[in-house]
């Protein structure tokens, strides 16, 4: 029975499982039921078996299929035993019957995790097992991170981001009103960008966060809102973090800070609980993104992802089309992927990159013919199959494809080539290998060496840049990028700007005069081409 002013399966193993669950531990049998409380971890000393009722005992080094572990689960005494992982049918039988005749738990330790995370688990589990539920979130999920993030924000009137300890976001507020720029970088890349990390790192923040028992308050800087953060902890482990901003200028509630306090608390058992049933699904994902950005040992890295080593793959780059933003954002590019990929039956691991995702294909066919055809068939079907069901325009850049995984990182790079060049000229091609797209490719790669070359201050463009930024609604800029990119054509170039070409033919003249652009001249109109991509995101154009 539980304690005056205890929930019913606060301190009992049914508590603890539905926290931690069978991504660390998984039950064997249970001869005092669920209800039998549990107050604490303790790790078997051969030397010292110290034994302590109502505790876990953990039999680490303790072979499940000997004698010795039978006699540790009929002499133990302890809420229940856990050993490592295997259960062959003779031993199960024996520590069953063990179990029955001493009434002790006996649970077996997942593959995925060890006994040194498996404590931090376990204890962190008996701590939010115990943590009281947040008002409006009693209803939420144990582990629905998402649903969580939404009722929070209710609560504190801002928007919320719940973050692992790597910075990593793994749950946000569905606000639908602007946010601030921070936000919306962390939300597309789901995770902080790098620089900022790197610039909290240096200033102590991530010490004072994990050290802090209490809500750390970020005042209003510049563009960046009001912030609050709530370090999530729980039997003395970091879990993550809760983050509030205020959103649309106006201020939190005045009770927010109390609110978060509550809400960090309640996170912890949805936060674990996540951490070990999405385990296999993280490690993984994590094992594929270190593959792709060459990071670590191939063999052990294809391990843990599960895939063959030496077989041909290839790596698609996926991405939204300028300007469309999916309705659901990158998580839900991201899950349609996962998704799609399954139904047309590819052995594939998709990774949340930016605004949209890596695709890595692996298992081809030998036929390096045969390969590519299978990559631009799923490339293919992925981007119609994405666009029709998104409502905006999904584009593939498709990978060379590779004899293994050592070369999936080259294999990424030829997509992510692709992909920019499919974005860049925003036409109606959706997959293109980089090959498909070579001009546009090197273009981009020019200007991107050029990105860091000095230019004179006083160029034709720069006259013509200046001239607009004094004069309101002038528009020679536009103007000029839109004739040399329809080579001269005066007609053409005045369709596309949607004014008359003698309109057209009046601005080239004032561009003339503005800036001295010498339009006959080869070398001025190279350069003011050069310099206009240069300058594309600033001019309100695609780079």
């Not at 606060?10 to 069978?22: F, N, P, R, Y």
């Not at 912030?227 to 959103?247: I, K, N, Y």
């Not at 119609?384 to 294999?411: E, H, I, N, R």
């Not at 692709?418 to 980089?434: E, M």
Request: hydrophobic share 45%; charged share 20%.
């Amino acid at each position: 029975m539980a304690e005056p002013g205890e929930s019913p399966d606060q301190g009992t193993l049914e508590g603890l499982l539905s926290v931690v669950g069978a991504g660390a531990v998984e039950l064997h049998t249970a001869p005092e039921g669920l209800r039998t409380r549990v107050t604490g971890v303790h790790v078997l000393d051969a030397l010292e078996p110290v034994i302590r009722p109502r505790e876990l005992l953990l039999a680490v080094g303790v072979d499940p299929g000997s004698a010795h572990a039978v006699d540790v689960v009929r002499r133990a005494g302890a809420a229940g035993v856990v050993f490592g992982p295997g259960r062959p049918a003779p031993t199960a039988r024996a520590l069953g019957a063990a179990a029955e005749e001493s009434g002790t738990a006996v649970l077996f330790r997942t593959a995925w995790c060890t006994w040194a995370q498996l404590v931090g688990v376990l204890r962190a589990g008996l701590a939010a097992a115990g943590a009281p539920p947040l008002p409006a979130a009693g209803s939420v999920p144990l582990g629905d991170l998402d649903s969580l993030a939404d009722a929070v924000a209710t609560l504190v009137g801002g928007s919320v981001t719940i973050e692992d300890t790597e910075s990593r976001v793994l749950a946000y507020s569905s606000t639908e009103e602007n946010v601030d720029e921070m936000r919306r970088l962390t939300i597309l890349g789901r995770r902080v960008p790098p620089w900022r990390v790197a610039a909290m790192r240096e200033a102590g923040f991530f010490q004072a966060l994990w050290g802090a028992g209490d809500v750390l308050h970020r005042p209003a800087h510049g563009q960046d809102p009001e912030r609050l953060v709530g370090a999530v902890r729980a039997g003395g482990e970091a879990l993550g973090s809760v983050w509030v901003a205020a959103v649309a200028g106006r201020p939190l509630a005045p009770n927010a800070a109390e609110t978060l306090r509550a809400a960090a608390r309640t996170a912890a058992a949805h936060l674990l609980h996540h951490r070990t049933h999405s385990s296999d699904g993280r490690l993984v994902e994590d094992a594929a993104r270190a593959l792709l950005e060459d990071r670590g040992s191939v063999e052990v890295l294809a391990e843990r992802a599960s895939l063959p080593p030496r077989e041909p793959c290839a790596v698609l780059a996926v991405g939204i089309g300028s300007g469309h933003p999916a309705d659901d954002g990158p998580s839900g590019l991201y899950g349609l992927l996962t998704l799609h990929c399954a139904a047309l039956g590819h052995r594939v691991v998709v990774v949340p990159a930016g605004g949209g995702a890596w695709v890595l294909v692996s298992g081809l066919e030998r036929d390096a013919r045969r390969a590519d055809g299978q990559v631009r068939r799923l490339g293919g079907a992925l981007a119609d199959q994405l666009s029709a069901t998104t409502g905006s325009p999904v584009k593939a850049g498709l990978g060379d494809v590779v004899p293994g995984l050592a070369g999936a990182p080259a294999s990424r790079r030829s997509a992510e080539r692709a992909l920019q060049a499919l974005l860049a000229t925003d036409g109606p091609h959706t997959v293109a290998r980089s090959e498909d797209v070579a001009d546009t490719v090197g273009i981009l790669q020019v200007v991107e060496a050029l990105r860091e070359v000095t230019l004179p201050p006083r160029t034709s463009v720069a006259r013509l840049r200046e001239f607009d930024a004094d004069h309101g609604g002038s528009c020679l800029v536009e103007t000029l990028r839109a004739y040399l990119d329809h080579f001269g054509d005066v007609s053409a170039a005045s369709r596309a700007l949607g004014v008359h070409a003698n309109s057209l033919r009046y601005r080239l003249r004032r561009i003339r005069q503005v800036s001295g652009l010498d339009l006959e001249s080869p070398d001025a109109r190279l350069l003011a081409q050069v310099q206009l991509r240069l300058g594309g995101e600033s001019d309100g154009a695609r780079p």
